[in-house]
């Protein structure tokens, strides 16, 4: 059975000796950060204050901050199971005869516990304010000394594609200006920001869930298609369909099982200077101008937990939910390039920065191929550096990596630089989100890409050899 809400999982965590509980009064003004960054990085456990300095909400931090919670979080022995399960209903074909449509059946029956389920209440609405609320009251982190206030950083934001309907949940940051209004960090090229441009309407409503099962925490980040419901793929992940509860005071519904839910609007044309923040690139991103949330109600659990988060220098909590990411949409990449045998982004490339891919090459040219298709997916368009080695490089070593493309390359031959959107935190671009980046073709050249000299082999023992020397090896008395 998936995790009903926030708290299962806390007790998971805690049962597998993954969670650690802080009993005493620490300061969510930068005292709780340097405890989740130090905790992180020493790979530490994940952190339940008890006793947050000026509420009496408990923080959880870092729940999502190594590879075994995120296996916790989903409910398998490793992410490569999500990714197989993905691959098998891509290979999904109309079967042929009784049998093969009866074998299907489980498959069809499973597709149809994705989508969410509408209830009449919840545990969200255990407790409702229209008038009396505050946004003080909640222990928000301030992350980093330079950050401009306090930042929601672990947010569930729902809004509606004003055509279709459809609604969209992303994580998007949100900083307190005081007790009804924060920011909404809707990045240029984001769906929430797409809607807010399209709405017809001069107010167009929002709602915010903070805590709830991991996988549909975990769902808010992923980079889905437009339209895609993450709620379904949340249903997906989790195996069972994620309940959803009607909002109080705006027409969205938001995961019945949530801790705390803020419901509001954003008005059009209302601007507000939003940031510094210490971002995930490890640097301040810089201030500017986004939307103004405007909260209309507030409902939440008898005794809510709060669920955030804090990024920084690499590698940190979301280096672990982004490498969750990486694994389980392989199969999806591969589905539009079949050549491709595995992908990495190493911590250091703040995923944007840097992406590494193994192919099995057919043809000239066919590493360039790859790296133009790459920045044509969805949010795979931001990239700044893609390196693409043969299929035989253990992407997943960047040692190896390294080493390989660094031998491979003719750097005027093999580096190309392009144009195109890039992510609106880099503060390096010459114009915000827009500027340039750079393919590495570090495969074997062939002769069909004008390459006529002998491609040398990589040195190794032979297998003989090696065989005779595991034996002396032993008898020599060496580890």
Known sequence: MAYEDLREFVHALEKAKELKRISFEVDPELEIAEFADRSVKSGGPALLFEKPKGSSVPVLINAFASMRRMELALEVESVDEIARRISEFLEMRMPEGLIGKLKMLPKLAEMGAFFPKMVSGGPCKEVIRREDFSLDEFPVLKCWPEDGGRFITLPMVFSKNPDTGKRNCGCYRMQVYDARTTGMHWQTHKQGAEHYRRSPQKRMDVAVAIGADPATMYSAILPLPPDLDEMMIAGFLRRQPVEMVKCETVDLEVPAQAEIVLEGYVEAGELRREGPFGDHTGFYSLEDDYPVFHLTCVTHRKKPIYATTIVGPPPMEDFYMGKAIERIFLPLMRLQLPEIRD???????????????????????????????????????????????????????????AWKALNNIDPERDIQFVLGPVDSLDHSSRLPNFGSKMGVDATRKWPGEGFSRPWPGVIRMSEDVRRRVDELWKRAGLK
Not at 381 to 401: L, T, W
Request: net charge negative; glycine share 6%; with cysteine.
């Open 343 to 401: 992908i990495c982004m190493p911590a250091e490339g703040i995923f944007h920065n840097l992406i590494l891919v193994s192919i099995r090459k057919s043809y000239p040219g066919q590493a360039r191929k790859v790296m133009h298709a790459i920045w044509g997916l969805g949010q795979a368009m931001f990239s700044k550096c893609i390196v693409v080695v043969d299929e035989d490089v253990d992407v997943q070593n960047v040692s190896e990596v």
